[in-house]
């Protein structure tokens, strides 16, 4: 199946902790994200990268550090994690940077 | 940065009842986006809309983009309880962003 897919589904831990999210699309697309959905449903970008290149970076604490090791992988490392942190974390990718997103399934966070 | 406001944020219905969801901005969009949430999963694009003043329809769902390309609004007919979800607007806003509304959501009481 062609697809975004991430992992874990689900993440708990406790606050301080270092924890890592893996995303890998098989879509032969150039550009992949990472969003930030809170428990407002507000779906807020993090991090863009088009062929392995960060293009942008919004204003996210640098505890949050994206690697993208191929294009067809873009994971996403948190370090001392923080009760602000719980949230639904959403990987997509696109063809062209302001293109039609599809997105992986989530990976829900609960800092305890 | 291009901002899109939908409204109602929060709308719930009997199975069987028309609805219909508003996105609307104060800038021009070249497209809009619309984007089906359901719980536990991420947005699934259902519709883009691209030229002024166009009508799609996606079997009971009808999208339209507004004349001056500034707003979006999404009608369903006889809604049932599949159409339960956040329904999400998008567009290019500039600077190799694509702004998202905060979304519509929708419960569809059997």
């Known amino acids: 199946d062609t697809a975004v897919s991430q992992t874990p589904k689900y993440l708990v831990t406790q606050m301080g902790n270092d924890k890592s999210i893996k995303c890998e699309q098989n879509?032969?697309?150039?550009?992949m994200y990472w969003y930030k959905q809170d428990s407002k449903k507000f779906l807020k970008i993090m991090f863009s990268?088009?062929?392995?290149?960060?293009?942008i970076n919004e204003t996210v604490p640098n505890r949050f550090s994206p690697k993208s090791p191929d294009k067809a992988h873009l994971n996403l490392h948190i370090n001392s994690l923080e009760l602000g942190d719980s949230a639904v974390y959403f990987c997509?990718?696109?063809?062209?940077?302001?293109?039609?997103?599809?997105f992986g399934a989530g990976t829900r966070l609960s800092v305890l | 940065t291009q901002l899109l406001e939908q409204s109602p944020q929060f709308l719930s219905i009997q199975e069987g009842e028309n609805l219909t969801v508003y996105c609307n901005s104060s800038s021009v969009f070249s497209s809009l986006q619309w984007y089906r949430q359901e719980p536990g999963e991420g947005p699934v694009l259902l519709v883009t809309v691209v030229t002024g003043g166009e009508v799609k329809k996606l079997k009971r769902l009808t999208f339209q983009f507004g004349d001056a390309r500034k707003d979006s609004s999404l009608h369903i007919t006889a809604a049932q309880p599949g159409d339960t979800g956040l329904y999400l607007c998008?567009?290019?806003?500039?600077?190799?962003?694509?702004?998202f509304g905060k979304g519509n959501q929708v419960v569809v009481i059997p």
């Open positions: 998008a567009g290019p806003g500039g600077n190799n962003r694509l702004a």
């Open positions: 997509a990718s696109s063809q062209v940077l302001e293109g039609t997103r599809l």
């Open positions: 990268y088009n062929n392995k290149e960060l293009i």
């Open positions: 879509l032969g697309h150039d550009t």
